[in-house]
Nanobody, 127 residues
Framework: QLQLVESGGGLVQAGGSLRLSCAASGRTFSSYAMGWFRQAPGKERAFVAAISNSGGRTTYTDPVKGRCTISRDNAKNTIYLQMNSLKPEDTAVYYC????????????????????WGQGTQVTVSS
């Protein structure tokens, strides 16, 4: 069982930055591939970024490429999402997710690939 707790959300002006964190419980964090998803008002939850269990591979959705960076610190059981040049369309609840991996160092973009989810953190970008 893995518990995920997101933090770092808030209200920021367009062009600003935020760093989201997701802290995980459990002793085998390094065996989990991780991802960030977001759900904007009135929309379905959507993929944002993913990172392999070792951190060596990352994947991003096109709208955030060049503006966001996903990273992880396995010693701290934490992943991060650094978001720069924020836009009003980035306003959403951001969720982190985890999937235990047995082999390889893949990244996963589909929601149903993930087993564990956090409660989410609100990001609001004002224009």
């Amino acid at each position: 069982q893995l518990q995920l707790v997101e933090s770092g959300g808030g209200l920021v002006q367009a062009g600003g930055s935020l760093r989201l964190s997701c802290a995980a419980s459990g002793r085998t964090f390094s065996s989990y591939a991780m991802g960030w998803f977001r759900q904007a008002p009135g929309k379905e939850r959507a993929f944002v970024a993913a990172i392999s269990n070792s951190g060596g591979r990352t994947t991003y959705t096109d709208p955030v490429k060049g503006r966001c960076t996903i990273s992880r610190d396995n010693a701290k059981n934490t992943i991060y999402l650094q978001m720069n040049s924020l836009k009003p369309e980035d306003t959403a609840v951001y969720y982190c997710a985890a999937r235990q991996t047995s082999y390889g160092s893949g990244t996963y973009t589909e929601q149903n690939s993930y087993t564990y989810w956090g409660q989410g953190t609100q990001v609001t970008v004002s224009s």
